[in-house]
Every structure is written in structure tokens, then in C-alpha cells.
């Protein structure tokens, strides 16, 4: 069984929007809590990188060129994740995966396809 999927992804225009969701099973709700949730993307030939995280206290990292169009956020009762992204470019295209590490843990989801193109 999957302990984390991912869903939202699509094909969007440039300046648009989109929401991606990360839900979690398998996770007792403590070591969820504990957890830091993070969203990573890989585009065609090239490194994954964080796009951002949010810890246990609801701390928050951002990576710098998604900082102001991208918001991460959790509901712990729900254990889920969310990445709002704003304003769009073709240079946000890629599969965009969700992570949740430490409190003992570290699982990752299989990945969404984002496209950004018009």
C-alpha cells in the first residue's frame, strides 16, 4: 500500500493556477504530526529539487524562484499535504512529489505531472 499519493496535476497556461494534494495512510497520526511534509519536483533532464517544506511547528522553506507563487500547507487531522501554486511559468513543468521525513519516517509518493504550456 502507497503511504502517500499525490493528485492535482495537470495542464495549465502560463499565470495559471493549481493545487496539488498529498494524502497519507498508514501513518499513525503521532509520527505524522512529528513529520516534516515536503514537495519536490524532477523536470526532463534535470536534478530534483525542494520546492518547499513545512515542519512539525508549521515552519515553512521555500525554493527562491517558487517563493511568492507557491504556498505549502498540512492538516495534521487529515494527514495531508497541499502546494498552492500561483502564477505559473513553462519553467514550473515537472513531476512534482510529495515527501514526509523524520518522526521515524521516510516515504515518498509516486509523483504528479505538472505542465505549464499555452
Known amino acids: 500500500q502507497r503511504r502517500l499519493v499525490e493528485s492535482g496535476g495537470g495542464l495549465v497556461q502560463p499565470g495559471g493556477s493549481l493545487r496539488l494534494s498529498c494524502e497519507s495512510s498508514?501513518?499513525?497520526?503521532?509520527?505524522?504530526?512529528?513529520?516534516?511534509m515536503a514537495w519536490y519536483r524532477q523536470a526532463p533532464g534535470k536534478q530534483r529539487e525542494l520546492v518547499a517544506s513545512?515542519?512539525?511547528?508549521?515552519?515553512?522553506n521555500y525554493l527562491d524562484s517558487v517563493k511568492g507563487r507557491f504556498t505549502i500547507s498540512r492538516d495534521n487531522r487529515k494527514r495531508a499535504a497541499y502546494l498552492e501554486m500561483n502564477s505559473l511559468q513553462p519553467e514550473d513543468t515537472a513531476v512534482y512529489f510529495c515527501?514526509?521525513?523524520?518522526?521515524?519516517?521516510?516515504?515518498w509518493g509516486q509523483g504528479t505531472q505538472v505542465t505549464v504550456s499555452s
Open positions: 515527501a514526509a521525513t523524520g518522526g521515524g519516517i521516510d516515504y
Open positions: 498508514g501513518i499513525i497520526l503521532s509520527v505524522y504530526t512529528a513529520s516534516t
Open positions: 513545512i515542519s512539525s511547528d508549521r515552519a515553512t
